[in-house]
């Protein structure tokens, strides 16, 4: 950059009125703000400092001074920058930019001016202070807010480009093309369990009512009996057979199941197949008799 040259100085901190006009230009125009307090990336950044630059001291000496190096020329009455203006090239509004932020960072402000941060403008500073506020620092409540807007940009996750989004569209796939996808082999393979409406089981249906669980685990119901029953009434007896039975024995197999209950008028359907009459069943007093005797009288009499 060359031998600093103090005539061509800028010095901000004598002028808080050029600060003031730096930041109201930068907030008013939405290139320099997306690019300098934004999500942009450096090679936007560093342009946009630079145009910013020649708008700002346009009329400056230190202007005057990089034209004499070839840093710009002057077209069609403005200023214009040459290929010697290069990304590394340090200048007034690059600096003051980033002792602005370095302040804010470090509450630089708010401790000289004794700030409280919920003061949102000038008019929420005491009265006996405001004059003094506004002509030492008027362009803070600007600052913050571009500050803020740049801490919460930095916050904020990229957003994807359309390729990513594209890749992301494609991994979101319904558990139906999921199962498509997998080879038949591997859905026949013994370690493959199909799934179905109910969940991670299998519905099976016996005596009319639907069961659910694994088929191989339940092969069918098994109704516990006690001793002394007929023939064909035995323990590993299945619902199914036992309702069979029911329906072909009649009032008689009913009611010796049923222990004291006779067959009453039929009523009503919902048989084992859904379809046949079900019975309606009537209490009948019934002589009691013990465990395995057979019809006739009760304990034998002792004799006369």
């Known amino acids: ?95 003051r930019l980033s002792v602005l932020v370095k302040r804010m960072d470090s509450g630089w402000y708010e401790t000289k001016y004794v700030l409280d941060p919920r003061w949102n403008s000038e008019r929420d500073i005491p009265w006996d202070r405001q004059a003094n506020f506004a002509q030492s620092c008027p362009y803070y409540f600007t ?3 571009l500050w803020r807007e740049s801490k ?4 904020l996750p990229p957003l994807p480009t359309s ?49 659910y669980g694994a088929p191989a685990q339940y092969p069918g119901p098994i109704v516990k009996r006690g001793r002394g029953r007929p023939p064909g009434t035995g323990k590993n007896q299945s619902t199914t057979a036992r309702d069979g039975e029911m329906m072909k024995g009649g009032a008689q197999a009913l009611g010796s199941r049923m222990n004291g209950m006779v067959m009453g008028q039929l009523v009503g359907f919902g048989g084992a197949d859904g379809i046949s009459p ?9 002589e009691k008799r013990g465990r395995g005797r057979p019809p006739g009288p009760g304990k034998r009499k002792a004799p006369q």
């Open 163 to 211: 390729a990513e989004s594209s890749s992301m569209a494609q991994g979101k796939r319904s558990a139906g093309d999921l199962y498509e996808s997998i080879p038949k082999r591997a859905r026949n393979d013994q370690t493959y369990m199909p799934q179905n409406q109910q969940g991670m089981i299998s519905q099976a249906v016996y005596g009319g009512m639907p069961v």
């Open 152 to 155: 919460a940009s930095k916050s």
């Open 143 to 145: 600052l913050r807010q």
């Open 278 to 286: 079900m019975p309606m069943v009537q209490s009948v007093a019934v």
């Open 1 to 95: 950059m060359g031998p600093h040259n103090k005539g061509t100085r800028v010095n901000w901190d004598e002028d808080p009125s050029l600060t003031l006009r730096l930041l109201n230009h930068i907030a008013s125009n939405p290139r320099y703000r997306s690019c300098l307090f934004g999500s942009s990336n450096p090679g936007e950044r560093w342009t946009a400092e630079r145009d910013l630059c020649i708008e700002m001291l346009g009329d400056q000496a230190w202007m005057q001074d990089k034209a004499e190096k070839g840093w710009v020329v002057r077209k069609g009455g403005r200023w214009v920058p040459t290929e010697a203006w290069t990304s590394g090239v340090m200048h007034p509004v690059r600096n």
